[in-house]
């Protein structure tokens, strides 16, 4: 009968060392946390660009600014959008306070294209619109954005009054609602 206890002994010892190596438990757990939608921050460079001149030696409007001129610049090297946006661009037209009774033949303004380019997004408005454009940004977007201004225009091949000309470019970048 001894022997019979003492063997019945080690085993539950041995039992309870070895309980707890056989036992495991396993609970996962959830952990959450959030992004907010956001815009780096833009600012561009202020100093104006200069277009140079606007006529030809004729008097008449130049097809295309002049080579030399400052008709592109970047605004920022890696803007970014962590989230769908938009970008309201509007150009108002170029005019001096100059003027003339002579309207049939001569003008104070003179239109052009705005062209914004942001990563793959393009898009572009005239001067003549009086609103503006939306571009559409369905995604995050990150990488260098342009501004170029191209096709100078008058109406009906007015010749433009002599005089400093001067128009403004508006960016506006807004997270989609």
Known sequence: MKTTLLRATLWLGASLY????????TDTMNVQSQVAPFC???????????LGSLTGPTGQIVSSFAGGAET????????????????TITATP????????????FTSRVDYT?????????????STAASGAVIAVPEA??????L????????????PVAG??????TLTIALAQ
Not at 44 to 49: E, I, L, T, Y
Not at 72 to 87: H, Q
């Open 72 to 87: 592109e610049r970047e605004l920022a090297t890696s803007f970014y959008c962590n989230a769908p946006s938009t970008v």
């Open 148 to 159: 170029t201004l191209s096709n100078p225009a008058v109406v009906s091949n007015r010749r």
């Open 94 to 105: 170029l005019t001096t306070s100059n003027s003339t009774t002579d309207t049939a033949s």
């Open 141 to 146: 977007n990150i990488g260098p954005m342009k």
């Open 114 to 126: 705005a062209t914004l380019v942001w990563d793959d997004i393009n898009g572009n408005v005239s």
């Open 18 to 25: 070895a309980a707890p190596a056989l036992a495991q438990d």
């Open 164 to 169: 400093d000309y001067s128009g403004q470019v």
């Open 40 to 50: 780096s921050e833009f600012t561009a460079n202020p100093a104006p660009m200069n």
